[in-house]
């Protein structure tokens, strides 16, 4: 039995990693793909399953029937995650979210929380009915919770592997869940079948499990799962008429038809329109800087060129080569797969060279000089796109211009309604852009600014006389750019409006690791669909650094003068430092993520193995400190050793990503790039996990309830996940960077490991007294 058991914690972990990896998965699409989401749904997942662990796992001590309690919440766990894909589905629905519209981080928490709620308690409780059950089966109740951690998360390594490698390339949500729902069924029948006869309620747990083994499978076997996706989907985009549904690794495309016209939707968004796109406000982005180029001849075009960019560059006589990368490689293929006659004639134009990479990854590795580069993504909304409006993405825009190049984006504008938040963004970047550039022209519109960077001047001394008499001179047909529209568009008072209205925003740098630009257009949107939360992004968006540091001063100032002078032993102390580390493990994860997508782009393919990796290092540091809890003589002093660890892990952190972008941004260092990620995620899980056997064995030294401690201490750590998720999402990350963030995490250690120095090494007994 205790071998079967233990089997059945492994496959726990697995199903669980494998439903959190699935529901991430479902949410981004909803959540526009904002990586930043990411840390919101893994803090409420964290939150829902110290819930379920403290909460619902305490009956495990009082229980009789534990192995059966057991099976039922496995069951119910397996059901709750199949309903829990559709009811992803169905969100935008029930919340009255229009298709192609984004969702702020309010509606992220509370849409989120609602999702994960029955499969995170479920989850939850079953690690503390784990526990319970292994230390009845066996003989070291101290060690039974450490070996249980251990089992499970060996299953979360294998639960990642398999959905990176396995389950999110060759199935769909619905396939891999019912999958999942069949191992567990089966689980229950092999812990329960020796028992059947025992009583009616083996009984009907065993003949519950027989038909749920039956259900599942026919509904694999028969293609009835696929039904239901195709009608989940079909809901999710209101009956609209979806020719091509289909995930890559950077993201979810969708492409919608109607009368010939394809949308094409990343993540949730509008990417591109086909055959006819937005051409007054194409033209003006597209022949605006050309004409202000005296003979342009090579571009680039780094996304959204298909569907009208590419066609009106090429009306230009003097050009010769346009090379092109999507942001999404799988795009260029679907345009293929619903071709119509403009993207025809611009894919197959001899001219254009298709480059099936990434844009960002293509600039860093091409040769190439250009006369233009235009970047046709609209706006630093996530950390994928903000890729493209960085300091770092600037500075080797430079590197890649030819003498007197030109770089062309923009971003959200308006010449009638102005709010701070849009002031922020558009003065954040054009910042930016002046730290690299010597020379920027703005040319203000309704619904877009355009923004000129070049090092040479003729962008900002090019009035619209020359711009009119190159019009004809290139003898360019285009409905929008005539004569009066040009003149009104290049009027020296818009110059002078913008530049008033960009005084008063932000001037601060947006970067990799400082993506302050998504953190403004999140703010920008949320003042507009959700303008109860603008005084909130506005107090966040204050906070700084030495305002984190002086918080953090004051409270071990103040815990140090106030703590009683007769050291003692304080369980709280074991608790705070479980919660610290939680929020650390938390921030680890969110910070490898958040490094891995501000450099390539595409963390929607590879979330699984990052996460696998850190779950290996936890399960190595608890699989140690577990076998070692025998030898180990000062558990304390240990203990202490590893939050000094943490710390200086957490102060090492930065330095290793901040140089990264420098020495390892090629294609031919991708296997040199993953190892490393890879390694720095094992080592913050080992930290991570090799406290929490020791914890669990300091604060039984005060506590006689086994199933008590584990629940206390399983709440702890992902209350402290919950913790870092929220916080890190919402305020560190994006506005105190990558090196910000650390040096808060290592502080935050720093008093956890005051408290637990300042301690004795157990409880006071009658001889101390």
């Known amino acids: 039995m205790q071998k079967r058991f233990s089997a059945a914690i492994l496959i726990k972990g697995f199903s669980g990693l494998v439903a959190q990896i699935l529901l991430l998965r479902e949410l981004l699409i909803v959540f526009s793909g904002n990586e930043l989401g990411i840390g919101i749904i893994l803090a409420n997942w964290l939150i829902l399953g110290a819930f379920g662990s403290y909460v619902l796992g305490r009956r495990a001590e009082r229980s009789r029937y534990k192995l059966e309690a057991f099976a039922l919440i496995t069951i119910l766990f397996s059901l709750a995650l ?22 702020g981080f309010f509606p992220m928490l509370y849409a989120s929380f609602l999702v994960l709620a029955a499969v995170s308690i479920l989850g939850g409780a079953l690690f ?52 999942i729902a069949l191992l567990n069924f089966l689980v229950c029948l092999v812990l329960l079948a020796p028992a059947w006869q025992a009583g009616p309620l083996q009984k009907t747990v065993v003949a519950v499990s027989s038909l749920l083994v039956f259900c599942s499978g026919y509904l694999l076997v028969s293609g009835k799962v696929d039904e239901l996706h195709r009608h989940s989907i079909a809901a999710q985009w209101k009956n609209q008429n979806i020719v091509h549904y289909q995930n890559s690794q950077y993201g979810n495309i969708c492409v919608l038809e109607n009368e010939g016209q394809y949308i094409f939707f990343l993540d949730g968004i509008p990417n591109l329109i086909t ?45 010769a080569a346009i090379d092109y990368a999507e942001l999404d490689p ?57 890729r493209f409006f960085t300091r770092e993405f600037f500075s080797l825009v430079t590197e890649r211009l030819d003498e007197g190049g030109i770089l062309v984006l923009g971003l959200p504008g308006s010449l009638t309604y102005l709010n701070d938040e849009l002031r922020n963004l558009n003065s954040s970047i054009f910042s930016t852009l002046d730290s690299i550039f010597s020379h920027i022209r703005v040319i203000p519109g309704d619904g877009r600014n355009l923004f000129l960077a070049s090092d ?85 968006e204050r906070i700084d650094l030495s305002v984190v540091v002086l918080v953090f001063v004051v409270l071990l100032l103040v815990y140090l003068v106030f703590r009683p002078r007769k050291r003692r032993f304080i369980q709280g102390g074991i608790s705070l430092s479980i919660i610290t580390t939680g929020f650390a493990g938390m921030m680890f994860v969110l910070m490898i993520i958040f490094a891995f997508q501000s450099i390539y782009g595409y963390v929607f393919s590879s979330i699984g193995i990052l996460v696998a990796s850190f779950m290996a290092g936890a399960a190595a540091g608890a699989m140690l400190i577990t076998s070692l809890l025998q030898q180990i003589t000062n558990y304390r002093k240990l203990f202490i050793k590893i939050e000094l660890a ?11 990503f901040v140089a990264l972008p420098t020495w390892l941004g090629d294609a031919e260092s991708l296997f040199l790039f993953m190892t490393l990620f890879l ?43 919950w913790l870092g998720g929220i916080v890190g999402a919402v305020v560190l990350l994006p506005v105190l960077g990558l090196t910000g963030t650390c040096i808060t995490v290592g502080l935050l250690k720093l008093t956890s490991f005051t408290v637990i120095a300042t301690q004795r090494d157990k409880p006071l007994t009658g001889g101390d007294v």
């Open 646 to 656: 943490i710390i200086g892990f957490s102060i090492a952190f930065p330095l290793v």
């Open 82 to 103: 199949l309903a829990a894909i559709f009811l992803t589905r169905m969100l935008k629905g029930v919340m009255d979210v229009s298709i192609g519209e984004g969702i």
């Open 275 to 319: 055959p006819v796109p937005d051409m007054p406000s194409l033209e003006e982005f597209v022949h605006l800087p050309l004409l202000a180029h005296p003979a342009p001849a090579k571009l680039l075009i780094l996304s959204g060129g298909a569907g009208g960019m590419i066609n009106e560059a090429l009306k230009h006589p003097s050009i």
């Open 330 to 386: 799988l795009m260029l293929d679907l345009l293929r797969k619903f071709p119509t006659p403009l993207t025809e004639a611009e894919l197959n134009d001899s001219r254009v060279a298709i480059k099936h990479i990434d844009g960002r990854l293509f600039l860093n590795t091409t040769s190439n000089r250009y006369d233009v580069i235009f970047v046709g993504i609209q706006e630093p909304s996530n950390l994928q796109a903000n």
């Open 679 to 721: 390694t720095i995620s094992f080592i913050s899980g080992f930290l991570t996990g090799s406290q929490f056997p020791l914890a669990n064995k300091l604060y039984l030294t005060g506590s006689k309830s086994l199933s008590g401690t584990a629940g206390i201490l399983y709440a702890s750590d992902l209350l402290g996940g």
């Open 128 to 179: 503390t009915y784990s526990c319970r059950i292994y230390s009845d089966l066996s003989s070291s109740a101290a060690s039974s919770v450490g070996r249980v951690y251990v089992l499970e998360t060996v299953g979360t390594i294998i639960g990642g592997i398999a959905c990176t490698y396995l389950l999110v390339p060759y199935f769909n949500s619905f396939q891999a869940a019912a999958g």
């Open 456 to 540: 040479s001047q003729e962008i900002t001394t090019i009035d619209k006389v020359q711009i009119i008499e190159r019009l004809g001179q290139r003898n360019i047909a285009a409905d929008g750019m005539v004569p009066w529209h040009i003149e009104n568009k290049l009027h020296p008072g818009w110059q002078d409006w913008f530049f008033r209205f960009i005084e008063e925003g932000s001037r601060k740098i947006n970067s990799d690791f400082t993506p302050l630009g998504v953190f403004y257009s999140i703010a920008h949107w949320n003042a507009v669909f959700a303008p109860s939360l603008r005084g909130v992004f506005s107090q966040i």
